[in-house]
């Protein structure tokens, strides 16, 4: 829902400094395996209690997300890199609930789990929509120059990463805010693929 929104304040900062990494021999795949780095690393502090670490390693990781496509737009986009940058993204949604699962079992593992159940259909209902749309020609940069389509929704990466963030400052909170964010998740899946369905409905 804000992903829109915070293109707007976050592109301009992060576009000059990902001219600045292109001068200086990065490419925008380095950036990419940085931020799964970051990430995975962000899940194993997690699971391991300190959470304050993984706040960092959420951030760096989801930095390196934004910094990668503005590395891309200094020099040349590709496919290669469009697919690595969405893999990564998912790596990093999985590996966050996981760490919280690891973390405290008894309190936290039913909620990781039904996060990740909620991550994973809301996973199918935008890559298959991006697929069609592909297929249909159809366009949108409303949440920047994408490779893939990207349709919008109540929980976006704006969201996600906002609640990870509260997680890790609040870890006895988690519970509440997965079954929380799986319901928000689940409208935003069940809202795609209605939409799926209406646009892609067979001609008459």
């Known amino acids: 829902?804000?992903?829109?929104?915070?293109?707007?304040?976050?592109?301009?900062?992060l576009n000059a400094l990902g001219r600045g990494i292109a001068r200086a021999g990065l490419t925008a795949d380095h950036i990419t395996l940085i931020g799964l780095?970051?990430?995975?690393?962000a899940g194993v502090s997690i699971g391991l209690q300190a959470y304050w670490i993984g706040l960092a390693l959420v951030?760096?990781?989801?930095?390196?997300d934004g910094l990668d496509g503005a590395v891309a737009r200094a020099t040349r986009k590709t496919d290669r890199g469009g697919y690595l940058d969405i893999v990564c993204d998912y790596v990093f949604y999985a590996a966050i609930p996981l760490g919280f699962a690891v973390a405290d079992p008894a309190a936290n593992a039913?909620?990781?789990?039904a996060l990740l159940f909620?991550?994973?259909i809301n996973a199918g209902s935008f890559l298959g929509y991006a697929i069609l749309a592909e297929k249909h020609g159809m366009t949108t940069e409303r949440r920047g120059s994408k490779s893939l389509y990207f349709t919008g929704g109540l929980a976006e990466g704006t969201e996600t990463i906002a609640i990870f963030v509260i997680a890790c400052i609040v870890p006895a909170w988690?519970?509440?805010i997965a079954y929380i964010f799986t319901a928000l998740v689940m409208v935003t899946a069940v809202s795609r693929i209605i939409l799926a369905w209406q646009?892609?409905?067979p001609e008459l």
């Open 1 to 13: 829902m804000l992903d829109g929104r915070m293109r707007a304040f976050i592109d301009p900062p």
């Open 37 to 41: 780095v970051l990430g995975m690393a």
């Open 59 to 64: 951030i760096g990781s989801r930095l390196a």
């Open 110 to 113: 039913v909620a990781a789990c």
């Open 118 to 120: 909620s991550f994973y």
């Open 174 to 176: 988690f519970p509440v």
């Open 199 to 201: 646009t892609f409905r």
